[in-house]
């Protein structure tokens, strides 16, 4: 079949423009593969990444109809039934652009020098300690191991680091990559650094606290890494050991379940005085919700009232039943 | 009409009982407007907005296994009108039944917790839908076509997903999470006009609100500024927390972009609430911080 493909062109330091390429395939065909033929059947000023052509190497990410994927791992025929779009000739069409978040060389090829940065960022070794040879081997359970699996499985292809939208507007959040590697040795048995470790994610908003729990991470990831569920793993260990005070986004979390054992449903007047007010004890942060209760009590939109939940006494009991059976 | 009477048990979460009571007025509204049936679960309790697996899975499982048992108490599907709700709980849901054939002993402990506690076990006999999966699956566009009885014309509304709804859950009833299209089929039913935009599918940024308020609120900015630029009169959100930030916080937003925004942001049950004839004032569109007024008067004019 004929497909047009329409790629995002751009000259270093120029304005992106695309330009498209019409080329008979077959549904199979990868994107890779596609790209390749352009680039030696029509055009070889084309630029951009590749290696192995086999999902292991993770040089080939793009952004394939939108969203960053492999385009050794994607082909035409699943790309065109799903995002149908076609031409002014009715013919099938797959846009391509570079990479999101990472600034353009080349056509496709981003600089990925913050992403590697940001990777050293969260010290992606396990610690000296562990890595002295010991007399025998290291001996981990395959319980142990497994908790390693899924981030363990990341190739760095910077799929999850393109759609993260936290990257987006804080450019210290250290990304999705940078935690699930983190989450890797801070569940690794061998590693002696976990509680500095931890101390170290929990800090302002270039760790965990970053993540605004878009989903986009897992939702690219072509290995299944999931960084998202390994950034809350990473969260959990940090909620296991701070208490209220430690900062505003660990108080969020607790007082969410206080104020659901407490009512049921979360009363957000006193969500608000207690995460952002720290109970009137930090008076500009209580000052900074001023403007918003007013505008909202002037709309009839503040909640004057609240009702608790009919079933307040029953979630209250479960939820200290379930916490008691691993807070001890 | 689609009979017999569409049934649900119905969860309204928090934020509609409080910050947002304009969308538990509108969903009050349509759904008795359109004879579909509700039944509040009164004792159900908050499904914590994906904060409760922070602290651990078995915590969120537990709670929301609480919350389906109420349903499934009731032989009725679990209504959501919020896209975080919905992604928990549907989650929680597609991982619990999983968890019932592949990992009993997970399944038997949640299961253990409610017992102690004597509430209903989780059954897994359910399903967890979304006002906006209700409309467009179980009452079906052309049902609700006929009832349009003031055609949203002209009017041109940009869709705003929520992260939740579109990624939250393993598998979608009707959505591709990357190329979703639910909204704008009800816009199209309505009469109005879709508006594509990259922010549609993206995050509003409200989770990080409480201390990262101004990447939170650029985050908002920059999907409100391009909405606008792509033509919307006004926003539509599946969601409340959406709506909290993009709305309640528009004000800080416009400070953080440095430029002007007032861009009206609509529940969704209100702009199909709109076209079913519904008053405004019925539907808590008083009740927004940035005025609707200029989109009420252009459905007048048109």
Known sequence: MEVIFKIVRQQPKGLPKLQSYRLEVEGRNTILECLNRIKWEIDGSL????????????????????????????????EISRFPQVNSTNLPEITIAPLGNFPVIKDLVTEMKSFWDNLEAIDPYVSTQGRNIPEREFLQTPKERSQLEASGNCILC?????????????PDFVGPHALAKAQRMVKDSRDSQKEERLDRYKQGIEGVWGCTRCYMCNEVCPMEVQPMDRIGEIKQEILARNNHGASRPIRHRKVLVDLVKAGGWVDERKFGIQVVGNYFRDLQGLMSLAPLGLRMIAKGKFPLTFEASEGTQEVRSLIESVKESYEG | MPSPTLQYAYFPGCVAQGACRELYLSTEAITRALNIQLIELKKAACCGSGTYKEDSQLLEDTVNARNIALAESLNLPLLTHCSTCQGVIGHVDERLKEAKEKEPAYFQQVNGFLKQEGCSPYR????????????????????????????????????????????????????????????????????????YYRGRTQCCGWPISSYATKESFSLAGRHL?????????????????????????????????????????????????????IKPEELGLDKHIVPVGSLLSKLRAS
């Open chain 2, 225 to 277: 500024m391009e909405a606008i630029a792509a033509g919307a009169d006004c926003l539509v959100t599946p969601c409340p927390l959406c709506h909290l930030n993009l709305d309640s916080r528009q004000p800080e937003i416009e400070k953080v972009i440095g430029g002007k925004l007032g861009i009206p942001v609509l529940h969704l049950p209100q702009l199909v609430g709109l076209a079913l004839g």
């Open chain 2, 124 to 195: 897994g006999s359910t399903e967890i839908k979304h006002l906006l999966w209700v409309l467009v699956g179980d009452y079906g566009l052309e049902a609700l076509a006929e009832r349009v009885t003031q055609s949203l014309t002209g009017l041109n509304c940009a869709a705003f997903y929520g992260c939740y709804l579109l990624r939250g859950q393993k598998t979608l009833p009707h959505d591709d999470p990357l190329n979703p299209e639910s909204m704008e089929n009800i816009f199209r039913t309505l009469g109005a006009n879709p508006v």
């Open chain 1, 47 to 78: 630029a951009f990444r590749k290696n192995c052509r086999n999902t292991i190497c993770g040089s080939c990410t793009m952004r394939i109809n939108g969203r960053s994927a492999l385009a050794c791992k994607e082909n035409v025929g699943s």
């Open chain 1, 158 to 170: 910077g799929a999850c680091y393109s759609e993260c939208n936290a990257r987006e507007v804080n």
